[in-house]
């Protein structure tokens, strides 16, 4: 009896139609186009601005409505919906119960996962196991982040980075040998002082002294990031390969965060893969945290074939790493 895999069979995503363009960031702060773009390959991002009062969940309610249209499925069919983001709608409540219910999936229990620009890896590797247990068929991984909402737009070095997004995408069971494969996730704790948002936990509760410190939005040592998530995200692709004898030719495209393109470039080059071979889009979406791979997934769907090989890398705060060698399971 062969082994019953998780595969992604359907895809969703939405992105605001506000578009905050580096030439109309060098208006808000000491920066410009030739700067940012050299540095992290971003020319623009897309911002929630145009919806007063809506936060993560318009955007993961929009992904998700969207992979459902196109499915062509019934909502009250999703056993469980998973929506990994670092920016929820409120604490406490969960966003994807939240979700659940405006999309119609009355059937299916929700949670939030949060592992900072991992969060949607760790959430693939999470819905992948509820599958393969066998107790659930239908499970919809979600990553979606308001960034807008915990940037100071007075900082350069986190401003120029982040923008707003959601992607969804579907798993099922698989008896094709297609799906997620292998998984290599790490993580490194004393890795938050170098990215963070300092107020606003259990630690230091939200008064007014965190707010008129500018506690409450991302602070990043750039360097030590930079540095770390060259190495990790390099070295975990590499991992994920040697340890599945893959070569470069084996591997039908990488499918990396989009946080710097350097850093995605190092990947890249550690694998071996060319670059036509590296899926991209972070010029116009920037770091949508946890949003950046399923948007990806979105944008390249039509280029993706039947038993394509994927390695998905990330790197995240926290910090938070790891890749994930998964078979295509459909030609769209």
Known sequence: MSRKTAAITA?????????????????????????????????????????????????????????????????????????????????????????????????????????????????LSTAAAYIESGRYKKVLLIGAD?????????????????????????????????????????????????????????LLPASEETVKNNQHYVYQDGKTVFKFAVSNMADAAANIMERNQLSHEDVAYLVPHQANKRIIDATARRMGVSEEKVLMNIERYGNTTSATLPLLLWDYESKLKKGDNLVFAAFGGGFTWGSIFLKWAYNS
């Not at 099922?172 to 292998?182: F, I, K, S, T, V």
């Not at 890795?191 to 300092?198: H, K, M, Q, V």
Request: charged share 25%; proline share 2%; glycine share 12%.
């Open 146 to 202: 308001k960034m807008s909402s915990i940037i100071d737009y007075t900082d350069r070095t986190t401003c120029i980075i982040f923008g707003d997004g959601g992607g969804a995408v579907l798993l099922e069971p698989n008896d094709e040998g297609l799906g997620l494969q292998d998984e290599y996730l790490r993580s490194d704790g004393y890795g938050r002082e170098s990215l963070n948002i300092a107020a606003g936990g259990s």
């Open 11 to 123: 895809v969703g995503g939405f992105v605001p139609q506000f578009v905050l363009s580096n030439k109309v960031l060098e208006t808000m702060v000491d920066t410009n186009d030739e700067w940012i773009t050299t540095r992290t390959g971003i020319k623009e991002r897309r911002i929630l601005k145009e919806e007063e009062g809506k936060g993560t969940s318009y955007l993961a309610i929009k992904a998700a409505e969207d992979l459902i249209a196109k499915k062509n499925l019934d909502p009250k069919e999703i056993d469980c919906i998973i929506c990994a983001t670092a920016t929820p709608d409120i604490l406490v409540a969960s966003t994807a119960a939240y979700v659940g219910s405006v999309i119609g999936a009355d059937n299916a229990f929700g949670y939030d996962l949060q592992a900072a620009c991992s969060s949607f890896l760790y959430g």
